[in-house]
């Protein structure tokens, strides 16, 4: 079973060379820090920066540099900054390759719920409806259960949903699964996370088809 650094080191791998990625607040910001070395690769942030590095080390925070969910960041060489018209103009013109988000729920045909928080007023869906209906390529870091235990990998969400049928792969602490037209299909296992207990985990259709592999890093 991955902790979340497992969840981003896995998701790290879908990151290619040449890619504009996204990242959203939580887990998906993890995933800067474990990019391979040799390949380029530029992140975007919705609040106006390109070309965000890995997180500063204590003591080496600048306040005014900030990612959407206001982290503190680092920028690499040649990082740009810009206003959130030019911003969401990169994200809506389908300039975006890869966004990575969270989410509360997925359901088993990739619609995704990740903004409305039972209990807590928010102020709203923030940049991540945008980026839903924008990007080719989404894949959602999150965990298989919820606190009680109960599956997040739904039929359908209970939550207002951000998107509808769009969301590509989900990385849970448990799996790697592909959203298919029939379900999710199980693509890898987390070390030492049996098939049986995946299928526990999972409210939605899971696909088992033949023996899936666990992960490598």
């Not at 996204?22 to 390949?39: F, H, K, Q, S, W």
């Not at 204590?58 to 900054?81: C, H, P, R, V, Y």
């Not at 969401?88 to 990739?110: P, Q, Y």
């Amino acid at each position: 079973m991955l902790d979340k650094i497992g969840i981003a080191k896995r998701i790290a791998k879908e990151v290619k060379n040449g890619y504009y990625v996204n990242l959203g607040i939580g887990i998906p910001t993890l995933v800067a820090n474990y990019v391979r070395e040799d390949i380029e690769v530029e992140f975007q942030s919705e609040n106006g920066v390109l070309g965000m590095g890995p997180f500063p080390f204590e003591g080496e925070e600048d306040a005014d540099l900030i990612n959407a969910g206001k982290q503190t960041i680092t920028t690499l060489e040649g990082a740009s900054f810009f206003d959130s018209a030019t911003s969401f103009s990169m994200i809506r013109g389908k300039h975006v390759n890869l966004t990575i988000l969270g989410a509360m729920e997925v359901s088993d045909n990739g619609d995704i719920a990740n903004w409305k928080i039972p209990g807590y007023m928010v102020k709203g869906m923030g940049g991540a409806m945008d980026l839903v209906a924008s990007a080719e390529n989404i894949i959602v870091a999150m965990m298989h259960t919820n606190k009680k235990g109960d599956s997040k990998l739904l039929k359908r969400c209970s939550l207002p949903l951000t998107g509808v049928g769009c969301v590509k792969k989900v990385v849970t602490n448990l799996a790697v699964l592909e959203v298919t037209s029939q379900g999710f299909k199980l693509l890898e296992r987390a070390p030492g996370v049996s098939v049986e207990t995946i299928q526990n985990a999972t409210e939605g259709h899971l696909i088992v088809d033949g023996e899936a592999p666990e992960m490598e890093f």
